[in-house]
């Protein structure tokens, strides 16, 4: 019998570091680093190719609403880290401004190796995004799960969009994060892998021809991570606002446990071709929660908007069992209001293209709701 | 993107009749009602007899119109049965709709008329053996696409309307020990049992021209899966029921199937699927189907357990009751669940055998009762 998913929730962000005056990324890891290592602080401070770009993740939770407190526990110290420096804290999936041919590399023998690796594309992924872990435990239940959430993948990346600018210029796109990313290999929705040993086959594979060193390498929109008994979602741009963070991370949670509960009564949600879900991808990252997805099951294009609505009413019952209608609630209100990406549109607008504005705007959201 | 078309859910029965001697009570004839040839087949067991040249007429009048629901194929049903009974009456012979005759045997002096040497020569001694007797249901899914999808997902659910469905305790004169042994006759033919998984209608249209071209069948009407698009009609055909003698039974069933059906297109429509499993694995559930019937325990792979049969098809009753009113079907479905406190044909049968010293003629002449008992 499969065991019930464990259901845990463990959220990972990458944060922009900027100089508050110039409101461009400055240098921040290196006044970290002594001897070549990392000295720290308080808590783990995962060091990034780029010196402007820290990552941090939270504990293992139970919960939404636990996964809320350490994540604010989470922002809070680093903002409060960055202030002690005179730089300031950003959430947001690209700099607006900030070029990635200016940025130091951070002086770790690891990164210089990604450098010679992946060259002028490493420096490019000047990039920042959510990571959401929900734990599972089975491997063969992590794949079948894998397999399904693929299709509401877009979806859940539409909510979390945050970077329509690049390099100074409005991109036409909410997610521009998204294209530089899939540069890179191994990225993107994943096939379909049906048992565990498929998907081992094919990290021995990779492994054994010196492609990668571990699963680790493998950058797929969500991927059994290769160390916790965990399904883990990369899809997202990173929130600006945490209630949304945790919405999404919320929303993820509830989907796996309705997943595990169709497994039991028989039926599963249609696993799609991967060709058809990038369709919903692409659309999802140039028109956010303002263009259409397609439904494959109904072979129609509808609304994002009403299709998410649909997403979430498709799990309600798992969302009050878990205990999050308040940690979803923020999706109401965003397909009312929009998403990050959205909101730095109109300061945009407002401050007429200046870049600084969307900033100031993205330092003061990524505090709202916890340091008002 | 061109939308799938809803399907009509349209329904046709086939049955195929037992013609039996009213005072030996042993099988004289058989009658396969078909819809494909739009007229009745018949096999004798003396061409002195001359059923089929008496019939002729009669026949051409039987055959099965496509029904819009249930009420109009209970409407059509009862026609056809009571035309069968009239004809019984004129000629001297008695209907039984049942898997199996109890104890009749068919061997080698039963000669069969000509115009079906061809058939009977293909098959060789299975062919002549293969008194077994089925109802096809047909349920209208005008989308050969969506007929494919939908014959992928219901294969998991015949081993529980096979259960119902299960009409054949007997083989000539003995107890088999199963309650459809029709079934274990059938399966010894090729292309039998719960078909693979096909990828598409094109994979399917694939397999059936590969076997035309290898000549391994004449037409693609020898392909005889439990379940198939059909290749005229467009139908999903449902092949795995035992005929049943009680018309009751028979739209029971058959609204069953087509609810099973529309609850497919229902999951389909929603981005959802019944799972899919290996045929292996269904295998095993039809087995426990034709062992054990209602009486048994089929497996939940969902669960990856062993449930009593009557709860399974409880729980399949509350997943399409969503639909039933809209087949318009209610009171078929409900007769469902007398089946499951009654059990099946085939239960009905040894009580009656038991009840009579172990009498086949016994039973022959409950089986009787039972088909020619219109309602």
């Not at chain 1, 636990?66 to 002690?84: H, S, V």
């Not at chain 2, 009456?89 to 000669?111: C, D, K, L, N, Y």
């Not at chain 2, 007398?338 to 010293?357: C, K, N, P, V």
Request: glycine content about 6%; aromatic content about 8%.
């Amino acid at each position: 019998m499969i065991p019930r998913p464990t259901l845990t929730i463990g959220i990972e962000e990458e944060y922009q570091v900027v100089d508050p005056e110039s409101r461009a990324l400055r240098s921040f890891i290196t006044q970290f680093i002594e001897d070549g290592r990392v000295v720290m602080v308080e808590r783990e401070i995962k060091p990034e190719l780029h010196q402007a770009m820290v990552e941090l993740g939270t504990p293992v939770c139970y919960t939404a609403a636990q996964a809320r407190d350490e994540l604010i526990r989470q922002r809070r110290f680093i903002c409060r880290l960055a202030e002690e420096k005179g730089l300031a804290i950003v959430a947001a999936a690209t700099h607006p401004f900030s070029k990635w041919s200016e940025q130091p590399i951070t002086p770790l023998p690891r990164y210089q190796g990604v450098i010679e690796e992946m060259r002028l594309l490493a420096q490019r992924l000047l990039i920042f995004g959510m990571h959401v872990h929900i734990g599972i435990g089975d491997p063969d239940l992590t794949l079948d799960t894998m397999n399904v959430v693929r299709y509401m993948l877009p979806h859940l990346l539409a909510l979390s969009t945050s970077s329509p600018f690049w390099a100074g210029r409005k991109t036409g796109l909410k997610s521009y994060r998204t294209v530089i990313f899939e540069d890179f290999p191994r990225t993107g929705i994943p096939d379909v892998y049906r048992r565990w040993a498929d998907f081992q086959a094919l990290v021995r594979t990779l492994v054994n021809t010196d492609c990668i060193p571990d699963g680790s390498k493998i950058w797929w929109d969500v991927r059994p991570h290769h160390k916790y008994p965990t399904l883990e979602f990369r899809i997202f741009d990173i929130c600006t606002r945490l209630d949304e963070a945790i919405a999404i991370a919320a929303l993820c949670q509830a989907l796996v446990l309705w997943h595990w509960k169709l497994r039991r009564q028989n039926i599963t949600f249609r696993v799609y071709r991967r060709e058809l879900i990038e369709e919903n991808k692409w659309r999802a990252a140039r028109y956010g929660l303002d263009g259409k997805l397609i439904d494959f099951g109904k072979k129609a294009e509808l609304p994002a908007r009403a299709l998410i609505r649909e997403l979430v009413e498709l799990v309600e019952e798992e969302i009050e069992e878990l205990g999050s209608r308040e940690a979803i609630a923020p999706i109401h209100r965003m397909l009312e209001t929009g998403t990050s990406a959205d909101r730095q549109l109109r300061v945009y607008d407002a401050a007429d293209g200046d870049l600084r504005a969307v900033v100031d705007h993205l330092i003061r959201e990524t505090k709202a709701g916890w340091d008002d | 993107m061109v939308p799938y078309r809803q399907p009509s859910f349209n329904i046709g029965i086939e049955e195929e009749y037992q013609l039996v001697d009213p005072d030996s009570r042993e099988l004289l004839a058989y009658l396969t009602q078909s819809m494909s040839r739009e007229r009745m087949l018949v096999r004798e067991r003396h061409p002195e007899l001359d059923f089929a040249q008496r019939i002729g007429r009669a026949a051409i009048e039987v055959g099965t119109p496509v029904c819009v629901d249930i009420q109009e194929a209970r409407e059509e049903l009862l026609r056809i049965r009571s035309t069968m009974l009239r004809l019984g009456q004129s000629m001297g012979f008695r209907v039984i709709a049942a898997g199996t005759h109890p104890f009749s045997t068919w061997s080698e002096q039963g000669a069969l008329i000509p115009r079906y040497q061809a058939l009977v020569e293909d098959m060789q001694i299975v062919a002549r053996r293969l008194l077994a007797f089925g109802m096809h249901v047909h349920i209208g899914i005008e989308d050969r696409e969506l007929a494919v999808d939908v014959m992928n997902t219901v294969r998991y659910l015949l081993p529980h309307i096979l259960c119902l469905a299960t009409s054949s305790p007997f083989w000539q004169g003995r107890d088999t020990g199963l309650k459809s042994y029709r079934t274990v006759l059938l399966d010894a033919l090729p292309r039998t049992g719960i078909p693979n998984e096909f990828a598409s209608y094109a994979d399917w249209q694939n397999y059936v021209d590969t076997l035309m071209r290898t000549n391994s069948i004449r037409g693609p009407g020898e392909v005889w899966y439990d379940v198939r698009p059909h290749h005229r009609f467009p139908t999903l055909e449902i092949r795995i029921c035992d005929a049943l003698p009680n018309v009751q039974d028979v739209l029971a069933v058959t609204a069953l199937i087509q609810a099973t059906v529309a609850w497919m297109v229902d999951l389909r429509y929603r981005n959802m699927s019944f799972r899919l499993y290996e045929r292996t694995l269904i295998g095993e559930n039809k087995w426990r189907a034709v062992r054990d019937g209602l009486a048994g325990r089929l497996i939940d792979f969902g669960i990856e357990q062993e449930v009593p049969v009557t709860e399974l098809l409880r729980e399949l009753l509350e997943r399409v009751e969503p639909l039933v009113d809209r087949l318009n079907c209610r009171a078929e479905i409900e007769h469902v669940h007398t089946m499951l406190e009654r059990g099946s044909s085939a239960d009905q049968q040894l009580q009656i055998w038991e009840a009579h010293g172990q009498d086949p003629k016994a039973v022959v002449d409950f089986l009787i009762a039972e088909t020619e008992g219109l309602p």
